[in-house]
């Protein structure tokens, strides 16, 4: 299972630890994973590519849990969010490539791009949020197994 979606075999323990899997065993105690497991690993794999914290996946694969509905929304309107701001990146970086100035800070129309950051009287947009020490330790996890 693990190769089949390049992660390590400890980030499928730790998703069985939190409750996200949960494949059968065998007689030996080896976990046995069957299709319904593949289809939920690529959910939280997907989800998590998609900006879904662990418990909001939890959440999601959960058609019982309280409150899915509005977790569901909340996460829909991230995306929105994003969106927003890649667009925005998007015409800022394409208009940096066109760009003839030397330093393109000089330029009126990339500062336009920034007015928002540049405006003290604006509130300041949010960054994403910085990985956790577990995301982290499990991409260096990663690429040390890849």
């Known amino acids: 299972m693990a190769s089949r979606f390049d992660l390590g075999t400890h980030v499928l323990r730790f998703w069985e630890d939190e409750g996200l899997l949960i494949p059968e065993r065998d007689g030996a105690g080896r976990r046995r994973y069957g299709e319904a497991d593949v289809v939920r690993v690529a959910a939280i794999v997907r989800n998590k590519a998609a900006g879904m914290s662990l418990e909001q996946i939890r959440i999601l694969l959960d058609s019982e849990a309280e ?80």
């Open 67 to 146: 409150g899915r509905q509005a977790v569901l929304q909340a996460h829909l309107d991230d995306i929105a969010a994003r969106m927003r701001s890649m667009e925005l990146w998007r015409a800022m970086t394409e208009h940096a490539l066109r760009c003839r100035a030397h330093d393109v800070t000089n330029c009126p129309r990339y500062k336009a791009f920034l007015a928002d950051l540049l405006d003290d009287s604006r509130p300041r947009p949010t960054l994403p949020p910085e990985p956790t020490a577990q995301e982290l330790a499990d991409v260096a996890q990663e690429r040390h197994d890849g």
